[in-house]
């Protein structure tokens, strides 16, 4: 049998998944699963083919539910997921990230209010990495828009003891020490909503997405709410790679599967003006070379009247070659592309607002 | 509709919501259990449907915000007392959707 592309769809009623051979020219649609609970975030760990979905429920709280046959049955399960009992508790489950080496059994969770989890059981229990929280900087974290969300994780490919998170808005943070100690790493970003003599703080920034690139584990790339930046030394310095986009705003970041400059991104027109589509146009805007130029993709994608978002967890690729980009709106369409962003079609629409999009090769 | 039917002697009995229920396979409507304070009536059904404490209750610990807990009709919290024979009634709040 050949492979399956899988879309793992988180929306704010339920996880949605769906399927396709790798021509990726049809697909067929599962779900709404996890009981139409708000999801926030659904990955697939390829080592073990599980899938996961985060998210939080106004009535029952926060909970990571799997399933290990493709969607037919679920479980959930919250255990260890908490804080002590003088704190704020967690409200959501906002981000999950299988560790690069964890045989398919330990992955990362972030968490509202920020803090981050892992699970050494594949998400049947977790437990709290509590350095995060305790940095010197934690109170003085900011809510962003969607609440203090740690919506961001990037594991080091090779390096199982090193992870960088994002956090809204207290910016990006590293760990060396599998999560003990953490350093924030934000220097070169902008933090426009500060005073003006307070534009670089070391923290406070508002990321929005973080990326690393492949077989570049130094390369970071993060659309920030006020910039798009690309680091080649792990976070410690950022470099503005927006000139060419129609602006510095936007949520989503997908970076290609073998080419560390080839980068996807989906501007917006602005945080004060709406945050829909520049010029009520769809385009994915996608750069060759490490953010120095710029073009905009927009065949297939409507041209008028286009006033949705894209949420920042809302756009992936695939691993196959040609590689297959997807992007899910805030109105509830799904876009997909099998040859690396030229042309797309919508493959789905009318679902709830869509919070993330992500793929499993199987 | 499901009916509070008289309990086993000593016996509360604890009606859960359809949408509880459904989260925890085998879990039933209606249940029969001993117990002095919601709080215990809390322990119980997660020692039955393992995880079923932290669906109703946070970390501070106290009920959930959008989940109502009444003990024979009236407003209750995890150290409200349960007589023998009680019904205590766990709904989702209208807010909660």
């Not at chain 1, 509202?112 to 709290?128: K, Y």
């Not at chain 1, 594991?155 to 350093?183: C, M, N, R, Y």
């Not at chain 1, 297939?300 to 992936?316: H, I």
Request: net charge negative; hydrophobic share 35%.
């Amino acid at each position: 049998m050949g492979e399956k592309v899988l879309l793992l769809v988180g929306t704010k009623k339920g996880a949605f998944i769906l399927s396709s051979d790798t021509s990726r020219s049809s697909w067929s649609l599962r779900g709404p699963f996890c009981d139409t609970w708000p999801i926030n975030h659904v990955v697939g760990d390829s080592a073990s083919g599980a899938i996961y979905a985060a998210g939080g429920n106004e009535w029952f709280g926060p909970a990571v539910w799997k399933t290990t046959d493709f969607g037919e049955s679920w479980t959930h399960s919250s255990e260890g997921l908490s804080y002590p009992p003088e704190e704020e508790p967690i409200k959501m489950v906002w981000s999950l990230a299988p560790a690069a080496r964890g045989a398919g059994k330990t992955l990362y969770a972030g968490v509202q209010p920020a803090g981050l989890f892992r699970s050494d059981d594949g998400g049947a229990s977790w437990h709290h990495l509590s350095g995060l929280r305790d940095h010197p900087s934690r109170p003085e974290w900011q809510p962003g828009g969607a609440g203090l969300i740690l919506h961001g994780l990037v594991p080091h490919p090779e390096d199982e003891k090193q992870l960088w998170v994002a956090i809204s808005a207290a910016g990006v943070f590293h760990t060396a020490d599998g999560g003990e100690t953490w350093e924030p790493r934000n220097r070169g970003t902008r933090a426009d909503f500060n005073p003006e003599d307070q534009r670089y703080p070391e923290f406070g920034q508002c990321v929005h997405c973080l990326v690393t690139a492949p077989g570049m584990p130094d390369r970071l790339y993060q659309q920030n709410h006020c910039g798009m930046y690309r680091s080649d030394d792990g976070g410690r310095g950022w470099e503005s790679i927006e000139a060419g986009l129609p602006s510095s705003f936007g949520f989503p970041a997908a970076v290609h599967p073998r080419d560390p400059d080839t980068l996807y991104l989906v501007p917006l027109n602005g945080d004060i003006a709406g945050r829909y589509m520049p010029e009520a146009r769809a385009a994915v805007w996608r750069t060759r070379d490490g953010g120095r130029s710029w073009d905009a993709l927009r065949r297939g994608l409507p041209q008028q009247n286009v006033f949705y978002g894209v949420l920042r967890q809302a756009m992936a690729t695939d691993r196959l070659d040609p590689a297959g980009v997807y992007f899910g709106t805030g109105s509830g369409s799904l876009y997909a592309s099998a040859d690396e962003g030229e042309s797309w079609t919508c493959v789905a629409e009318h679902l709830p607002t869509i919070t993330s999009v992500e793929t499993l090769v199987i | 509709m499901i009916e509070a039917a008289k309990p086993a002697a000593g016996h509360a009995v604890v009606l859960l919501p359809p949408a509880l229920v459904n989260l925890f396979p085998g879990a039933e409507r209606r249940v029969e259990l001993a117990a002095s304070r919601v709080d215990e009536v809390i322990t119980a059904l997660d020692a039955r449907w393992p995880g079923m404490r932290d669906r109703l209750c946070d970390s501070r610990p106290s009920i959930r915000r959008h989940i109502n807990v009444f003990v024979d009709g009236e407003r209750a919290n995890l150290d409200t007392a349960i007589s023998a024979g009680a019904e205590v009634f766990i709904i989702t709040a209208i807010s909660g959707g």
